[in-house]
């Protein structure tokens, strides 16, 4: 009976690394170009990772995607979801879009949600969102069509489309409201200075300014900005991140090397599969919860889960570690040190360093999650 629980708790905890490998019901394509292009429909979820990676055959469950540059133009049926330096949607969807990239931009219509986070973002013209939006970057531009609440957060933020309801945004330098805008509801910004509002401009609702404080520019400004950054509770986490990562190489030295050793040798692979488990596995366990598998396995599932997300956090500062010795995988103490402390700090740099370190990230949890199977299933 324990073998049987055992089995079923470590079904759970791998489910989205095993997956693509058994199951039928998906559709799973990787490599260095990946195209999937035909006029007939696939019946099941797509899952395609590579450096370039462009879809245009119709989806009839979910796309899943991740790479270099993605081209995403076929119909999905349910969700869209993406993670790659240069992402471009010009399909549509029933159900909602989740993005995440350097430089995005979105066409096509839209029946759910969307939720698009990158350095520079662009929802071109003639693109309709059904349901609420969510946008984030560097530099965001929106020309597209809003029928519920568009909410913004960018350096640079221009409207010049259609919002059905209202429009929040929160500014760094510059607010910019096109002369085509058309904004239903309210209009609540936060910004360094008032909006730029062309003429044409309709704001139907109330208009609402919050002046954002201007950071210093001044040397000292500086350093005081990165001196706060060196935070109690930040170092605390360096260094249990730190100390994890210790742990882990000296007492788990053989899984580490191999982990390494699968980041550069699959890695969109991996990164589709660190991708997967993000999103899968909770859905997984909570299947099992409500199911005849039962609330014990379905517990116990999410608790695993949750520590391989903990634990792969270290795991990523030895993956920098070893990027930062070309590769090489016979590490010191000291490379480990600065491996875990470039991880930590390139997460405190805005978009940029959010994608890249959360692509580091996604990369060494689908490496370790795939090195933890081999193991399971090594020991029966």
């Not at 350097?102 to 096509?108: R, S, V």
């Not at 209202?166 to 360094?192: R, S, W």
């Not at 950054?229 to 930040?234: D, V």
């Not at 920098?320 to 600065?338: E, F, G, N, P, Q």
Request: proline share 2%; with cysteine; charged share 15%.
């Amino acid at each position: 009976m324990k073998k049987k629980i055992f089995v079923a708790l470590t079904l759970i905890a791998v489910f989205a690394c095993v997956a693509p490998g058994v199951s039928e019901a998906a559709y799973f394509k990787t490599g260095k170009s990946v195209v999937v292009g035909s006029t007939v429909a696939i019946n099941d979820n797509v899952y395609a990772a590579g450096a370039t990676v462009s879809v245009s055959a119709p989806v009839e469950g979910d796309l899943l995607a991740a790479g270099g540059t993605l081209y995403l133009s076929g119909q999905v049926s349910q969700d869209i979801m993406a993670v790659g330096g240069t992402v471009i949607v010009a399909g549509s969807s029933a159900e909602d879009i989740r993005l995440i990239g350097g430089n995005i931009t979105l066409g096509g219509n839209y029946s759910g949600e969307a939720a698009v986070a990158g350095g520079q973002v662009n929802v071109v013209s003639g693109t309709t969102i059904t349901k609420d939006s969510y946008l984030a970057g560097g530099s965001v531009m929106f020309n597209g069509d809003e029928a519920g609440n568009l909410k913004i957060a960018g350096g640079a933020v221009y409207v010049d489309g259609t919002v059905g309801g209202n429009l929040t945004v929160k500014g760094g330098k510059e607010v910019t409201i096109g002369p085509d805008a058309v904004i239903k509801g309210n209009f609540d910004y936060t910004a360094q200075n008032k909006a730029t509002i062309g003429n044409g401009a309709q704001i139907l609702g109330t208009t609402t300014f919050h002046q954002a404080e201007v950071p210093a520019a001044s040397a000292s400004g500086f350093f005081k900005s990165f001196a706060a950054i060196l935070t109690i509770g930040w170092i605390a986490k360096f260094l249990m991140v730190l100390t994890a990562a210790y742990l882990m190489w000296y007492l788990l030295r053989n899984d580490m090397v191999e982990t390494v050793k699968r980041t550069t040798s699959g890695f969109w692979k991996e990164l589709l599969r660190g991708f997967l488990i993000l999103v899968a596995t909770p859905i997984a366990a909570i299947i099992a919860l409500v199911t005849v598998i039962g609330a014990l396995p379905g517990v116990v599932g999410l608790l695993l889960y949750g520590a391989l997300l903990i634990a792969s956090a270290p795991v990523a500062g030895i993956v920098v570690a070893s990027l930062l010795r070309k590769l090489k995988t016979d590490l010191r103490w000291y490379h480990i040190l600065l491996g875990v402390l470039v991880f930590e700090i390139v997460k405190l740099i805005p978009f940029v360093g959010w994608i890249a370190s959360f692509i580091v990230y996604l990369l060494s949890l689908g490496a370790f999650a795939m090195v933890l199977r081999n193991r399971f299933a090594k020991r029966g």
